[in-house]
């Protein structure tokens, strides 16, 4: 018999989530109701957030399945931002107890990467913008292993992988483009993904490591003097290649990562303690209306990214009602 679920559905420029409360799943079910959710004919998304009370020192606990890899994931950033405005929009903050005033509001997510805070800016009742604050999965991926990696006669930069976890590879446009003159890696086009393909295998060779996906990060500094507006993409291979689909999507994870790579690589002045950044998700060939811009605090040290905070600008409710699963 299936379950009659509550569920919000919100996107925050890449990720569409999709959240349900722990107590309307049956014990065991989560992973295989989750994935039904994300799958057609169903409402479809990216991710599930399961949400429950805390069992800790954070206000709501959350477990994320990932539609990519097919399982539970420790942390998605777009899922953060996505809770915030949930929280206050819908009847998830009520129903989890959570007192919501106008201004600012803090809430401590508990994530299997850690508690994750939240800071939620409402006037008239409506959500302003949404700031997640990302020290610990900065500390989760250090843990995991950080570092400068040569492929293919180029500098990439390892955040976090290893034959356990699929975290992020982080390429330098610039660097790309010098190796390889003719691509447009900001295009999917065959040759362009066909290239990336020959890297990402060769970086898994290298480490010999048999993952079945990698998720990645390509950047370019628009301004190398102040460094300051950033050129992003992200790819995740080989799930989307698809050449032809030139949307482009944020990641809240993957900018972190990126954060964490620009310092690994000094391109980031931490001199005074911490750097504000703009992202641009995609390219100029993308129209404005499709485009995420993120904001990027960082801090930290000259060899080591301490704490990091993001915020997207788009941040939408899709549908919210009742499904069964």
Same mark, same amino acid.
């Given at each position: ?38 799958? *057609? ?24 399945? =990932? ?26 903050? *009520? ?55 040569? +492929? ?17 590879? +982080?390429? =330098?446009?610039?660097?790309?483009? *010098? ?14 993904? =066909? ?96 485009? +995420? ?33």
């Amino acid at each position: 018999m299936k379950q009659a679920l509550d569920f919000v559905k919100i996107h925050a420029g890449w990720d569409e989530c999709i959240f349900i409360y722990q107590d309307q799943v049956t014990k065991g079910q989560e992973l295989r109701t989750s994935l039904s959710l994300l799958r *057609k004919p169903s409402i479809r998304g990216i991710e599930v957030g399961i949400l429950s009370p805390p069992e800790g020192a954070g206000d709501i606990h959350v477990r994320i399945v =990932d539609d990519t890899s097919q399982g539970f994931i420790r942390m998605c950033g777009g899922l953060t931002q996505s809770i915030g405005k949930a929280i206050v929009e819908t009847h998830i903050g *009520k129903r989890l107890g959570i007192r919501i005033v106008e201004g600012k509001n803090r809430v401590i997510l508990e994530t299997d990467a850690g508690l994750i805070p939240i800071e939620i800016e409402v006037k008239n009742g409506t959500v302003q913008k949404v700031v997640t604050e990302m020290s610990s999965y900065i500390a989760d991926c250090y843990g995991r292993g950080v570092g400068l990696v040569e +492929v293919e006669g180029m500098t990439l930069v390892n955040v976090g992988i290893n034959e356990e976890e699929k975290e992020f590879l +982080v390429l =330098d446009v610039d660097e790309l483009t *010098k190796r390889f003159p003719k691509i447009n890696f900001w295009t999917r086009e065959t040759a362009t993904l =066909d290239t990336l393909e020959h890297i990402y295998r060769s970086f898994l060779d290298l480490h010999g490591m048999s993952l079945e996906f990698l998720y990645a990060v390509l950047y370019k500094l628009e301004n190398r003097e102040s460094k300051r507006t950033i050129r992003t993409v992200f790819r995740f291979f080989p799930w989307d290649y698809a050449p032809g689909d030139h949307l482009e999507y944020a990641c809240g994870t993957g900018t972190t990562a990126l954060g964490i790579a620009l310092c690994e690589r000094g391109q980031v002045d931490l001199s005074d303690g911490s750097e504000n950044l703009l992202l641009t998700v995609g390219g100029k060939h993308l129209p404005e209306a499709t485009r +995420v811009k993120t904001q990027l605090t960082l801090e930290g040290t000259k060899d080591r990214i301490t704490g990091a905070w993001f915020s997207h600008d788009r941040i939408e409710l899709v549908a919210s009602g009742k499904v069964y699963a």
